[in-house]
């Protein structure tokens, strides 16, 4: 009895013994996990760190999916200028124009997720989703929105043998001569037709409309009075509307246009909601880095905060109102849907 009571006690000392060299171990696999867990996190930290601050460390492409001298060009070259003198690395602008925009959004979308090739593209591309327009990539899942860069306001003007100033001289002309109003647009689906179409429904005014193939034939013919009407971007009509070739009917914006102070927006005329500007945003493939966006977006805030750069884009057209990716997103769904349901209202296919 002896001998078992005490070969228990020397079996109880020894299960005690491996029970906390058990626990000494797991505590010490515990330390090692968590002190890896601190390393790694660090590197990553670091290499993150080191991203944002040897981005870029070659040349930068800004593709714009549209030809020379609209908005969206005028805000890369200006962009490009400015970042080319802030990071030490040639900034080039590439013209990708074709299929309302996507030829050259699909470049990028193909292009590595690295910071190297943006896009700068504008609210066209929401209004072919709102169309259904079939495209070969997906908007949202392949590309990554950057931040919001700026707008350009959309104007309705008129013909001045039309003889009519106002949203409501237009309007009881258009009951006094039902069926003889039309009015042009940059082409059909764009948002400048979505405008005049969202106007027509809260007036109930009776235009048809006549789509053309981009702003300039469009306003080339209301200038020279082929058609009565139209409704484009702002900057193209202001310097005709100070010479007085043009009247301008309204803004579709919650402020006075820079370069047409005199000229009241539609909701100043009591058409409200009517807020469509055109937006330009900045982008990348899908997948690019957070701390590349972080660093390209801290960078072209410094751009657009400078007084010097307002003015040269107010000048050229393009009022500057930044915001984050988080704005964009949400700025891309809401339009979608005001796109969607305005071309379910007003019938409009996409061509």
């Known amino acids: 009895m002896k001998a078992t009571g005490a070969t228990e006690a020397t079996e109880a000392t020894e299960a005690t013994r491996a029970m906390r060299d058990l626990r000494s171990r797991q505590c010490s ?66 013209n990708r124009a074709g299929a309302s925009g996507n030829i050259g959004s699909e470049a990028v ?48 003007v008129a013909h001045p043998s039309l003889n009519v100033k106002t949203l409501k001289q237009l309007q009881d002309y258009a009951k006094a001569n039902p069926g003889k109003l039309s009015y042009g647009s940059c082409g059909i689906g764009t948002p400048m037709h979505f405008v005049m179409e969202l106007v027509k429904q809260k007036t109930s005014l009776d235009a048809v409309h006549a789509g053309y193939k981009g702003c300039a034939p469009a306003l080339t013919d209301v200038v020279g009075g082929q058609i009565p009407l139209a409704s484009l971007s702002a900057n193209l009509v202001a310097s005709y509307a100070k010479a007085g070739k043009l009247n301008v009917i309204g803004v579709a914006n919650q402020k006075r246009y820079t370069l047409m102070p005199d ?44 007084a010097i750069v307002q003015e040269r884009l107010s000048n050229a057209g393009v009022e500057t109102q930044v915001g984050t990716s988080a704005d964009l997103v949400k700025l891309i769904r809401s339009d979608k849907l005001r796109f969607e349901q305005l071309a379910r209202s007003a019938n409009i296919k996409a061509e």
Do not use: H
């Open 29 to 94: 696999t515990r330390r090692f996990i968590f002190q890896a867990l601190l390393i790694a996190s660090a590197c990553i930290s670091t290499a993150a760190t080191a991203v944002a601050d040897t981005y870029p460390s070659k040349p930068v492409r800004i593709i714009v999916p549209y030809g020379t001298g609209g908005g969206s060009d005028t805000l890369a070259r200006q962009l490009g200028v400015s970042l080319q003198q802030m990071w030490g690395q040639g900034v080039s602008v590439d």
């Open 263 to 306: 000229a009241a927006t539609m909701e100043e005329q009591g058409v409200k909601p009517l807020d469509l500007s055109t937006w330009y945003a900045l982008m990348g493939p899908a997948n690019l880095p957070a701390e590349v966006v972080a660093k390209i977006t801290a960078d072209v805030r410094k751009v657009l905060a400078d």
């Open 109 to 156: 979308v193909r292009s590595p997720a690295d910071g190297y090739t943006l896009l700068l593209q504008n609210s066209t591309m929401v209004a072919n989703m709102g169309l259904g327009v079939k495209l070969n990539y997906d908007p949202e899942k392949d590309l990554t929105p950057i931040m919001l860069l700026g707008i350009t306001p959309i104007a309705l």
